[in-house]
């Protein structure tokens, strides 16, 4: 075999295709969300993540339960604890990032969260996407 030809019969000997073979099995199928698993930590459905934010068990996210569960991010990289991120606590190349920073943002994250602008996230607000 020459010419294009033989170039099709190594492509298809390398993927191992033998003349005459039956085509290779399909991949399995994805599992469903409920059939796959949550990683530790994780909540499991939104009444454990509700659960979750609301420390006082009101049944509403105040902003400072939001910032408090959201921080814990912070407090976790913040390896050297002098509450600035920096150095091999951030990705390459990011600007180091102070607690205050940090918290902020989180603050102004919650007030485009709280669609009603009541002061408070239920758990429609805390489940929608982000807003702006």
Partial sequence: ??????????????????????PPAAPPEPASSAERAVP????????????????????????????DYLGLGFGVRDADGNGVLEGAELPPNARPVTRAEADARLRRQFARQDANGDGALDGRELLAPPRG
């Fill in 1 to 22: 075999m020459t010419g294009r030809a033989g170039v099709f019969a190594l492509v298809l000997g390398a993927a191992g295709a033998a003349p005459g073979a039956p």
């Fill in 40 to 67: 530790d930590g994780y909540a499991r459905g939104p009444g454990e993540l509700l659960t979750r934010f609301d420390a006082n068990g009101d049944g509403r996210v105040s902003e400072r339960e939001y910032v």
